[in-house]
């Protein structure tokens, strides 16, 4: 409204950074838009091959050709990277994704046969599959939440032995897909609250301390006592509610 011309606004660091590196690559004999990418990606840098295009032609801007320049007087030139080269590191790129891909989906089954357990415990169908209400995404949430907050459903305190393994599967399925970037948690708190869980879960598992496995969940908000009669009751018969250094012998969970 002055008048006065509109400045282009300068680029990022990180564009900055990038097209440096796309000129000092053009030195290595990556004349094109897919050999700087490839050698960008083996520089374990994370960029898109749109990003790659747009800083290579702000480079050939900024030095006047897309052809390889010479290299300042006194610095020797890098070494090209050989099409073998290149090769090569997309194939170890592609094997480690495999491998992630499969201790994912493997995790992933385990946590799904793992909840198939605790549902046919608790119908008293042992070939009782898991139905899933709405999406496979809104399971998980509900179940990765349900694993996370530690809160039993009404029923469930007659099961912790099938309750536990399930929740153990869950949680070893988010940290391992969170380690591979195919879940991202939203916040550290949730990150925190999950490996204490699974934790706290591992050190009762398969033990016959039912009052330190019960201590590990809260009851589920708005249920009544009489829901936890049954294990208030298992509690009283092991010894799980007697003062300390009684001595008694906790029941196994089954």
Not at 9 to 34: H, K, N, Q
Not at 75 to 89: C, D, F, G, R
Request: charged share 30%.
């Amino acid at each position: 409204q002055n008048g006065c011309p509109m400045s282009t606004p300068a680029p990022s660091m990180e564009e900055d950074a990038l097209i440096e590196a796309v000129i000092r690559l053009r030195l290595t004999g990556c004349d094109s838009v897919p050999k700087l990418h490839a050698a960008l990606e083996g520089e374990g840098e994370a960029v898109t091959l749109s990003q790659v295009k747009k800083a290579a032609s702000k480079a050939t801007k900024r030095t006047g050709t897309s052809a390889p320049a010479s290299a300042p007087a006194g610095i020797e030139p890098a070494k090209p990277i050989s099409e073998a080269k290149l090769a090569k590191q997309e194939k170890v790129r592609l094997k480690e994704e495999k491998q992630k891909n499969a201790e994912v989906k493997g995790a992933e089954n385990d946590m799904m046969e793992k909840h198939r357990l605790l549902k046919a415990a608790k119908s008293g169908d042992r070939d009782a599959a898991v139905t899933i209400t709405g999406t496979a995404e809104e399971f998980i949430q509900q179940i990765s939440k349900r694993a996370i907050s530690g809160v039993l459903e009404a029923g469930e305190e007659s099961y912790l032995k099938e309750r536990i393994e399930a929740d153990i599967a869950t949680l070893e399925w988010i940290k391992i897909a969170s380690a591979a970037g195919a879940l991202s948690l939203s916040e550290d708190v949730v990150a925190l609250g999950s490996e204490i869980q699974l934790a706290r879960l591992k050190e009762v598992r398969g033990g016959k301390d039912l009052a330190a496995a019960r201590a590990c969940y809260v009851r589920e908000p708005g249920a009544e006592d009489g829901e936890y009669t049954n294990v208030d009751r298992m509690l009283a018969r092991s010894g799980g509610m007697a003062p300390e250094g009684t001595g008694d012998k906790m029941e196994e969970m089954d």
